[in-house]
């Protein structure tokens, strides 16, 4: 009963270097997120998938890039990182897009911190 | 574009008192729904509320409930007799509803109660 993890939990790399976070869920939900949370910003989304294979730009996607070759992954790459995406990651999955559906609501990862020296 | 504004960077309780948060949020959208999602150290995001713009009535879950007042797009979470496990950030969002996959946050509120 994993629910949805986030691997690593924290990683330092520096800059120039590609790294790729992780995230896994178990609810073979259809939907899911990547945001990344910063001081003054909230919570802001990257990358969003629909389905397996299917992906889409969020508000904030340049500088990263996703997969999603299996419904229960779907890991967030850095080309090339650069100090500014030094943050917090979190992944979500959704069983639907549609939030107002009952009981359907977004279940969000323990976060992944990342600091890009 | 929908947003969602947060006016309270940080805010203070005593234990066992009452404490409102603040959210404005904007959208075109007649369909939608809001919620507050809580933040504690551990860094796990967990629902705490939500509201279904249609409906009149304010959501209430225990100790938590909210002032929604559509007419002036606010949504405030009022926390009643509040307890150190409340010390959090407090984060608004916003959701279209069906053909929207964006839920839209607030910047956050921390929430810091006193014992």
């Known amino acids: 009963d994993a629910g949805i993890t986030q691997s690593p939990r924290y990683k330092i790399t520096e800059t120039g270097r590609q790294v790729t976070l992780m995230c896994h869920q178990t609810w073979s939900h259809s939907y899911m997120f990547w945001y990344r949370q910063d001081l003054g910003h909230g919570l802001r989304l990257i990358y969003y998938s629909a389905a397996a294979d299917i992906t889409d730009k969020g508000e904030v996607p340049d500088g990263y890039v996703v997969s999603r070759s299996k419904t229960e992954n779907f890991p967030l790459t850095l080309e090339s990182a650069t100090r500014s995406q030094t943050s917090v990651y979190f992944c979500?999955?959704?069983?639907?897009?549609?939030?107002?559906?009952?009981?359907?609501?977004?279940?969000f990862g323990p976060g992944t911190r990342l600091t890009v020296l | 574009a929908q947003t969602v504004t947060q006016s309270q960077p940080e805010m203070s309780v005593q234990e066992a008192e009452t404490v409102t948060l603040s959210c404005t949020y904007d959208?075109?959208?007649?369909?939608?729904?809001l919620f507050w999602y809580k933040q504690p150290p551990s860094r796990q995001m967990i629902l705490v509320i939500r509201?279904?713009?249609?409906?009149?009535q304010n959501a209430t879950e225990n100790r938590f409930s909210v002032n929604f007042q559509k007419a002036a797009k606010s949504f405030s979470l009022k926390i009643s007799d509040s307890q150190l496990g409340d010390t959090a950030m407090y984060f608004c969002a916003l959701h279209s509803g069906a053909g929207s996959y964006q839920l839209t946050f607030g910047k956050g509120t921390k929430l810091s109660v006193i014992p």
């Open positions: 959208t075109s959208e007649n369909n939608y729904y």
């Open positions: 979500a999955s959704s069983e639907s897009e549609n939030l107002g559906t009952s009981g359907n609501r977004q279940f």
């Open positions: 509201q279904e713009a249609y409906k009149q």
